[in-house]
């Protein structure tokens, strides 16, 4: 297994299945101190530098509680406009990664441009996470999501994952790349115009992925153990900002969990994965039901990113 020092987070493609498990043993270890909810030194002589050039809640604010739990230091930008990247001079990510990476020790970075951490890599002399890219991927989130995963099911094998919503949607194109790793089924529910794309089914059979399309979430629901979610009313991921429109459409049925549907056809131990934010898809009276683990999702998106930190940063091996 190769090491995890120094090395780039940008894609789950190349992730092999015992490195999977090494995070995961590493989340373990660490996750009484946010449990306990108090910090350590293991990174304290650490800094995170934040470079978010597309809005964010959860995984920004996650990798800087990580950062702080592991006793580091943050700092950055969470609004491009506010700097020389985002105002009239449109600073290139070359000019501005090697400015970041005198700034601190690993580069945290969201773009709306597909490939940007990647290109970010290539020029920073720090290790670059990738925290979402465009419609390409979001590591971190689906790592999160295979560990709640892990934790509540016990494995990541034999399992029906039933994916439902945007099918171009990065968590959609990271969790399918890690399904190559398991032995597990996925079942792809979106409208058409949000279906997978003929080159990413490609993939899929490149990396001998088990898969299949239906067009309505009750004639698949029965087989999912992870019923894993994202809206199909949202915003165009290819641009840095784009504000609610006073109207906007509603989820049809199709593509919407309730505690009906649940109730009469999901498993018993079926559980809800959402990375959030969400819209219609996901009605709140399903928060209080036994299959909703998207607030432990939460919890866990910050241990994840404490291990990837303390790997990534050489303070555990």
């Not at 459409?249 to 969400?278: C, F, G, M, W």
Request: charged residues 25%; aromatic residues 10%.
């Amino acid at each position: 297994m190769r090491s995890f020092l120094g090395r780039d987070i940008l894609s789950l493609k190349d992730f092999e299945r015992a490195e999977f498990f090494r995070i995961f043993e590493v989340a373990d270890e660490l996750a009484p101190i946010a449990r306990n909810r108090r910090n350590c030194d293991l990174l304290k002589e650490k800094t995170l530098v934040a470079a978010f050039y597309q809005p964010s809640t959860r995984t920004r604010l996650a990798h800087e509680a990580a950062m702080h739990r592991l006793g580091g230091h943050v700092c950055g930008f969470a609004d491009p406009k506010m700097t020389r990247a985002g105002d009239f001079y449109q600073e290139s990510i070359k000019d501005t990664v090697h400015m970041l990476e005198y700034y601190g020790d690993v580069i945290v970075m969201r773009h709306f441009q597909q490939g940007a951490p990647h290109e970010a890599a290539k020029w920073a002399s720090i290790p670059v996470i990738n925290a979402g890219d465009g419609w390409g991927e979001h590591p971190t989130q689906v790592l999160t999501d295979l560990y709640t995963v892990l934790k509540e099911k016990g494995t990541l094998d034999g399992l029906t994952f039933l994916c439902i919503g945007d099918m171009r949607m990065r968590t959609m194109h990271s969790i399918s790349y890690a399904m190559s790793q398991f032995d597990s089924k996925l079942i792809y529910v979106s409208p058409p115009n949000m279906s997978l794309l003929p080159e990413f089914k490609a993939e899929l059979d490149q990396y001998n992925i088990q898969y299949k399309e239906a067009d309505h979430v009750a004639d698949v629901i029965h087989e999912a153990d992870v019923i894993y979610m994202e809206p199909v009313v949202q915003p165009d991921y290819t641009a840095s900002r784009q504000e609610k429109a006073d109207k906007y459409d509603l989820t049809p049925s199709n593509y919407k969990v309730t505690r009906e549907l649940l109730a009469q056809k999901a498993k018993s131990d079926a559980i809800i994965l959402h990375s959030l934010p969400r819209m219609d898809e996901l009605p709140t009276d399903v928060d209080i039901t036994r299959h909703a683990r998207y607030w432990q999702e939460a919890f866990n998106g910050v241990v994840m990113r404490m291990a990837l930190l303390a790997l990534i940063l050489g303070a555990m091996e």
